[in-house]
């Protein structure tokens, strides 16, 4: 289906699928795979805008089914782009996705130590701007809940949900790296928060701060370096944030 934000596609997509989820036994298996499905990209890939869940990709769900029982016997889900800008800083009254504060409220004790050294959301760059933080968090908790358990129900490993939580973590580790102006070029601001991306991706910080640090230029006779200012490396950082966050969700699609 399709309209315009706030006109209710992804409610009647879930509302089509938990009909069909509905019924007994074997039937309705695959739907509720599908639904799954469903609901982790709507996870990843949904946040508040004007409308309080709007999908911030396209997806088309395909069901087939047996004309004889009525069951559905495979299904398929196509996505487009996401708009991986959303991960970054938004208007005071839109979040970014539902994941990350979804994380922050939902998370054990023993799991946010790991993955988010103890911090809560109102501490990440990327997610403090919004304004009802507190007043969501008894939901988002309940919504992690939900999460895990249609990552469960979609077919994803333990291993992969804590690897895909990981991930989602270490961008939002990207989000509070900071820089300041060097002697001759940008320099870490606080290295600890870099130290806690190297750690979550398994990257060097070497090759991090190189691709904060300097922006290569390539023409048709030569390719050379330049050195980013501080604003330069802040975008750096935004781009790559979205990128990793990009590649996960591709992940979660495939």
Same mark, same amino acid.
């Given at each position: 289906c399709t309209g315009e934000t706030g006109s209710g596609k992804t409610f009647a997509v %879930?509302?089509?699928l938990r009909f069909f989820a509905s019924r007994e036994e074997t039937a309705g298996r695959v739907e509720r795979r599908v639904q799954c499905s469903v609901e982790v990209l709507d996870a990843f890939g949904n946040a508040r805008t004007t409308h309080p869940d709007s999908s911030r990709y396209g997806k088309y769900v395909k069901l087939w089914f047996d004309h004889a029982s009525?069951?559905?016997v495979a299904g398929a889900l196509v996505t487009t782009q996401l708009e991986r800008r959303r991960v970054c800083p938004q208007t005071r009254d839109e979040r970014s996705f539902h994941i990350f504060y979804r994380m922050c409220a939902g998370l054990d004790r023993d799991e946010a130590r790991e993955l988010l050294h103890g911090a809560i959301a %109102? =501490?990440?760059a990327y997610l403090s701007s919004y304004i009802g933080i507190e007043d969501d968090a008894r939901e988002d908790e309940?919504?992690?809940k939900n999460t895990i358990a249609s990552m469960d129900g979609a077919g994803i490993s333990r291993e992969e949900q804590r690897k895909?939580?990981?991930?989602?973590?270490?961008?939002?580790a990207i989000g509070n790296v900071d820089f300041t102006k060097g002697p001759s070029n940008v320099e870490f601001e606080n290295r600890h928060e870099v130290d806690k991306v190297s750690r979550l991706l398994g990257v060097d910080v070497a090759p991090l701060f190189r691709g904060f640090a300097y922006r290569t230029i390539r023409t048709r006779a030569e390719t050379s370096e330049v050195a980013?200012?501080?604003?330069?490396a802040r975008e750096a950082r =935004?781009?790559?944030a979205g990128l990793v966050y990009q590649q996960l969700f591709q992940w979660l699609v495939d």
């Open positions: %879930r509302s089509a009525g069951d559905a %109102r =501490d990440f309940e919504g992690y895909a939580l990981g991930i989602c973590a270490a961008v939002l980013n200012s501080v604003d330069e =935004d781009v790559l």
